[in-house]
């Protein structure tokens, strides 16, 4: 079947999303260790999503830039791999080398085409080319390929700890768990304390919830989830208030987060509902891995961008925004 699609190697995102999920956890750190200084350190504002971040650039700017994590999304971290450690193990220059994602939005292809995410030197993205699950069955159609009539195939393993080629995910939801990853790690490494369970308290509605770390009645960690435009507008509006009272918001752009993301497969016969239901626990039915225990990523980020910290690591794994400016017209309409 990858034969026939002209595909030569298909990896699992979960892969490039450890990094995604071990840089935005020592980043939270940092910011909260140097909240007293600075005053947009926190809330950290999760950067996974582009319909988010398309969002905060044009409507919001330089006011909520500051709070927007830096870490790159798992989709752009496999562009870093894929044209850089990849590019160099199979002898060629990144332009030779056509990279796709599947994704469950549309926002991602926009995310692929940031200048940002464009290697000057070679004149090639990072992600050549994104398709989403809806596009994937329009093409098997096209081809007259049912995915029942095909026999599975294992994933290729050149980034893959697994000794089995299994898919894998991780803990804490289907838009990439970055709330309780973070929060495990920051109790831990703030105060000393192992957190095993999550107990989220839902709002005002299911998109939008709250998590807090409490000892001896004092709070230490307050984060939270806010998915959907309502919710995130909500959001900001606290934030220009000076009212919001979270160090980590996990922001996503679509209702029920990215499993129900608008590039989905849509079924006509069943509700909408009953479908993600079906999708969510598909997902979590997946063997849950812990980035920190992935010893290829370890190796990685020793040998292909020489430590943690290091100038390369930052390049690769990081990015930054860019404040749109509004044209100044006579047309302008304030929605």
Request: with cysteine.
């Amino acid at each position: 079947m990858p034969y026939r699609l002209g595909v030569h190697y298909v990896f699992d995102t979960t892969f490039s999303r450890n990094f995604s999920l071990l840089e935005s956890q020592k980043e939270f750190v940092k910011r909260f260790r140097k909240q007293s200084e600075d005053k947009k350190a926190l809330p950290m504002l999760a950067s996974a999503c582009p319909g988010w971040i398309c969002y905060a650039e044009k409507t919001h700017g330089s006011f909520i830039i500051p709070y927007i994590s830096t870490t790159k999304s798992p989709q752009q971290i496999m562009g870093s791999l894929i044209k850089g450690h990849f590019a160099e193990q199979q002898h060629l220059t990144p332009n030779k080398i056509y990279h796709v994602t599947v994704m469950p939005c549309y926002d991602k292809k926009l995310e692929a085409s940031r200048p940002d995410f464009f290697n000057q030197e070679y004149q090639t993205r990072d992600v050549d080319c994104v398709i989403t699950t809806g596009e994937v069955l329009k093409l098997l159609e096209q081809e007259r390929v049912s995915l029942s009539d095909v026999d599975p195939a294992p994933l290729d393993t050149m980034f893959s700890s697994a000794t089995e080629e299994e898919l894998t995910g991780h803990s804490g939801g289907g838009s990439g768990g970055y709330l309780e990853h973070i929060y495990k790690y920051a109790a831990k490494e703030l105060f000393g304390i192992e957190v095993d369970t999550i107990q989220y308290r839902p709002l005002k509605n299911k998109d939008f919830q709250e998590v807090t770390l409490e000892k001896d009645g004092v709070v230490l960690l307050q984060f939270a989830l806010a998915y959907g435009f309502r919710n995130i507008q909500n959001l900001v509006q606290k934030l220009k208030r000076g009212k919001s009272p979270y160090h980590y918001v996990e922001v996503m752009a679509c209702p029920s987060g990215c499993l129900n993301g608008g590039g989905q497969i849509k079924v006509e016969s069943e509700s909408s509902k009953d479908w993600l239901q079906q999708v969510e626990k598909l997902y979590e039915s997946l063997k849950t891995e812990i980035p920190e225990e992935n010893r290829t990523v370890a190796a990685l980020y020793e040998h292909w961008l020489g430590g943690p910290e290091s100038e390369k690591a930052g390049k690769a794994l990081h990015t930054e925004y860019h404040a749109v400016e509004k044209a100044s017209t006579g047309f302008n309409i304030k929605w």
